[in-house]
């Protein structure tokens, strides 16, 4: 058989190959309704059009302010253009593009290691926890996109290089520019393939400079679109050392977050990196290395104090988990060259014990993310179907964000009757008339909406017994100018913090497009047990623009509290 008719042969056997695999491990995500950010996207992407979130600020800031991902919208309005709002469509495309990004790590990795260890690194790559979360959760699907584009460009490059090709440069510089847009921490990752041994770096410089082209333009895009540089959920003014020193130390968690037992894999991976560097006596595998670390990893530090990175946030380590992947498909198929059978039996049962380790903290992932994400499409159905009569008492798994947007989307879903009432706490019950109504409320155990309007007396009673009208204290400004909101609560330092179904830390800043204008409320839940809550506050402007709460006292006296039927007799 000849190279070239071998060659098409891997090709075509490891797109059908990461077809199947993909489809097989990840099937169960076809089944899927809309959950998460699902809705609140749609709507964007409804509302808008590409030229209008990709460059008017105003148009992508009503979606997210704190970050530029307008490939996130466009690729749910080309879904929904092609397919309507079919969620098994939606997947369909997701999981087809989680297939290609693994075949094109074994495309990568097959330009320096023998066919069997290239399609391995594409296989450890599907087993991943963080595939695994973007298989079920369309929301991070634009992790998935950008790594797609990225690997395209990569891929080009390498061969771009090799020829001298002009033309492939351009085509990379293209698909780095849709992955920079579908997820800014492929950005840094554009000085990655210069760096491969491949001709001269003048010669690899004259090539793929489009790749530096982007880069260039991106910055000012991202400053005209959000206004700032840097920062993800924390604005990069916000960021000081506590911050890099807090990521340092959650950092070191991400290996138990990908494998059961983290020692194998990881001590495998460093065998490899020392075995290659003693055998070839160069230093470039771990320039290498210690160039790729800060680029995969320094996006992450803004989002070290909120949200945190820890279990659940598996989505953050996508681009990690596919440098991994391929890293261990090129270690391995570099140690091995020239060994004999006992060294190739060595590295394979290396690559099967990480890939275990590996598929058996993905089914961990597993066990606690569907539950989770049943828990909030059964609660967005019953939003579609229940009536006007019904109250939708949602649990803590539910975000307001996800329930705003399904509200705003019920027509489009087919939802004719008004919405339902919904309620997120007990004092939402507490302060509506009951009289005629029926609550509905997710059983966990069964995985489906429960009839609990008998339960309802009880559930208030028991809440009652446990809210003490304790000091309470915040205060929140919002500077119209940065867009940057702050806040301060206590004067409690342990037990939680909420704003609706949101924890919120005890300080913190968030970057929004406007200040908010309704009346809310904070809980807050003492590790002892007991509840307190702050009256509705609402935020007031001040003369210098900035707008502002300040407010401290004692929690709420829940015998004082009127239902809405109480309030509007009381007018009356």
């Known amino acids: 058989m000849s190279p070239s008719v071998r060659h098409t042969w891997f090709v075509l056997s490891g797109l059908v190959g990461s077809l199947i695999v993909t489809f097989a491990l990840h099937y169960p995500a076809l089944s899927g309704w809309w959950c998460c950010d699902d809705p609140q996207i749609l ?16 148009a992508w800031r009503a979606l997210i302010p704190y970050s530029l991902t307008p490939w996130l919208s466009f690729i749910y309005d080309f879904d929904h253009a092609l397919f309507g709002l079919s969620p098994v469509a939606f997947h369909t495309h997701n999981l087809l593009i989680i297939a290609l990004c693994a075949w094109l790590i074994s495309l990568i990795a097959r330009q320096a290691v023998s066919a069997g260890y290239a399609l391995a690194g594409g296989l450890l790559f599907l087993l991943g926890g963080p595939v695994l979360v973007a298989a079920h959760q369309l929301m991070v699907r634009h992790y998935m996109e950008g790594l797609f584009f990225y690997l395209l460009a990569f891929l080009l490059l390498q061969k771009g290089f090799q020829r001298q ?166 270690l391995a198929g570099r140690a091995v060259k020239g060994c004999g059978i006992r060294c190739h039996l060595f590295t394979v049962s290396l690559l099967l014990l990480s890939s275990g ?46 329930v705003s947007g399904i509200i705003d989307l019920q027509q489009e879903l087919g939802r004719k009757l008004p919405a339902a009432i919904t309620a997120t706490d007990e004092i939402d019950l507490a302060e509506q008339s009951l009289a005629g109504k029926r609550i509905l409320h997710y059983d966990r155990e069964n995985g489906k909406m429960a009839d609990i309007t008998l339960k309802v007396p009880q559930i208030l009673s028991d809440w009652q017994q446990r809210v003490q009208p304790r000091p309470l204290a915040v205060m929140m400004e919002f500077n119209p100018a940065t867009k940057i909101l702050q806040w301060q609560l206590g004067p409690w330092q342990q037990g939680s913090y909420s704003l ?20 809310f409320r904070f809980r807050y839940t003492a590790p002892e047990g007991w509840i307190a809550y702050t009256p509705l506050l609402q935020f007031v402007e001040e003369q210098q623009g900035d707008y502002r709460i300040t407010w401290q006292g004692d929690g709420l006296d829940v015998r004082k509290i009127k239902t809405d039927e109480e309030l509007r007799q009381q007018q009356q």
Do not use: C
């Open 43 to 58: 709507k964007h992407a409804l509302q808008y059009t590409p030229l209008e979130y990709f460059f008017v600020p105003q």
């Open 165 to 330: 090709s002009s033309t492939k440069g351009w085509l990379a510089g293209l698909f780095f520019a849709l992955s920079a847009a579908a997820k800014e921490i492929y950005l840094p990752l554009g000085f990655v393939p210069f760096l491969l041994p491949i001709g001269s770096l003048r010669q690899r410089l004259k090539t793929g400079w489009p790749i530096f082209l982007v880069m260039l333009l991106y910055l000012p895009w991202r400053w005209y679109m959000l206004g700032d540089l840097l920062g993800g959920y924390t604005p990069a003014a916000a960021l000081g050392k506590n911050d890099l020193s807090t990521a340092l130390g959650q950092f070191a968690t991400i290996p138990g977050l990908l494998f059961s037992w983290p020692v194998f894999p990881l001590a495998g991976l460093l065998i490899g990196v020392v075995v290659v560097l003693f055998r070839n006596r160069q230093l470039r595998p771990l320039v290498l290395l210690v160039i790729l670390l800060p680029l995969l990893f320094l996006p992450l530090v803004p989002l070290a104090r909120q949200p945190g990175i820890g279990a659940g946030s598996e989505r953050y380590f996508i681009a990690i988990w596919a440098a991994f992947s391929l890293g261990a498909a090129l």
């Open 500 to 519: 609706g179904s949101h924890l919120l830390p005890l300080k913190g800043a968030l970057r929004m497009e406007k200040v908010p204008t309704d009346k």
């Open 357 to 402: 380790l590996t598929w058996q903290k993905t089914k961990e992932v597993q066990a606690a993310l569907l539950p989770a994400q049943q828990e909030q499409s059964v609660q967005g159905k019953a939003l579609i179907s229940a009536t006007e009569q019904d109250i939708i008492y949602l649990t803590d798994g539910v975000s307001s964000w996800y």
